[in-house]
């Protein structure tokens, strides 16, 4: 007696071997991929926020490189869009810390503290908006390896004279809800 297939089970099996084709293959059919076409109203948003352009008093963009940058990334399969300013500040981190923590929550950013450490002088992570307008704004103080890979050795030079730090804003590319830490 040959081996014979019900028409039903036949759509099963071949579904069940593309999902895992896909899976081993590292291809999601649940999640579809969003490029970083049509994004340039969304990018143009996060570049102006008021948060980029309100370093503390003293702080300046470095001397050796812009500072400034945005990107829309879409090679991980969703679009992620970042603006973001790099300033050198000649006071310390809890300044700098206190400053934008100030800042965020008085424009209605949310404090979300690291899970992972029970300290806020390494990063500090805020969110803001809901589904379809949410955003990440992210201040972080890179290390002198970093700098000098990413920027020369000028730039870690001229950090190193006082608190270095980096401050980002970043969205999906449909303003999906995002977390700090996940």
Known sequence: MPFRIRPGRTA?????AVCVAGGLSGCSFLSPFKTCEGTEARMKELESLPLLASPPPGASTPR????AY???ADDSGDAWLSAGR???????RQEVLDHYRKAAEADGWRFEPDPMSGQDTREACFTKGADGQAKVFTLSFPPARFLTEFYGPEAAAEFATGSG???TVGSEADGATASCWS
């Open 165 to 167: 730090f980096e401050i």
């Open 64 to 67: 050796s490189f812009d500072g």
């Open 12 to 16: 099963a099996l071949l579904l069940s």
């Open 70 to 72: 945005s990107e829309c």
């Open 86 to 92: 790099s300033y050198v500040y000649p006071g310390t």
